[in-house]
């Protein structure tokens, strides 16, 4: 996900790559330590060695989506502030809106193609029965997958959104791409409820995301 942002949010710098800041919100490292220690409580030291290699993964993944949107925002002209890691995923600070229409969509795309693409690049390992190499797999093709959803704010609306401006103008493109992510979210509730609860989770976090962009907007 990329948006502007008017400033730094409470967390910790870890690294700086091909000069943008990437930091871990402080609720990122909260519930990371108490996942850690909790799985150390109960598995021991596999636990916690396993915790560790885990939020290491989840970290990389995030982190390397986050840096497909910042990267491609700079071939448009826009500068990334920072990239903060939230617990449930990240956000991409840009300096600036990218411009409506294929700039916004090929930003908004690079997210979830740096996921697919780590996905495939390491799926040859599982077949090595490599450590870890599955999970790396899924985590990187469920974050992909997920984010191209055609349900704005999410990636995958953003995408739709972007193609509707081709079309149409910014704010008709917007409410009708807040209208058709109400439509898929409230599928997704009803179909989970027959199928799998996760998915109706997931249909109502959109819901809520629907509702708060649609506020803001």
Known sequence: MQVPSPGLEPGLTLLTLRGIPIRLHSSFLLLGVLYVGMEAWTGGQNGAINAVVLALMLFSSVASHELGHALTARRYGLNTRDITLYPFGGMANLEGRPEPGWPEAAIAAAGPGVNIALAALAAPLVYLELPLAKGFVLVNLLMGVLNLLPAFPMD??????????????????????????????????????????????????????????????
């Open 156 to 217: 995958g609306g953003r995408i739709l959104r972007s193609l509707l401006t081709l079309r149409s103008d910014e704010e008709t493109a917007t409410e009708q791409s807040l209208f058709l992510s109400r439509i898929l979210a409230g599928l997704m509730v009803v179909g989970g409820i027959f199928t799998n609860m996760g998915v109706s989770l997931v249909g109502l976090a959109l819901l809520w995301m629907v509702r708060r962009e649609a506020a803001q907007a």
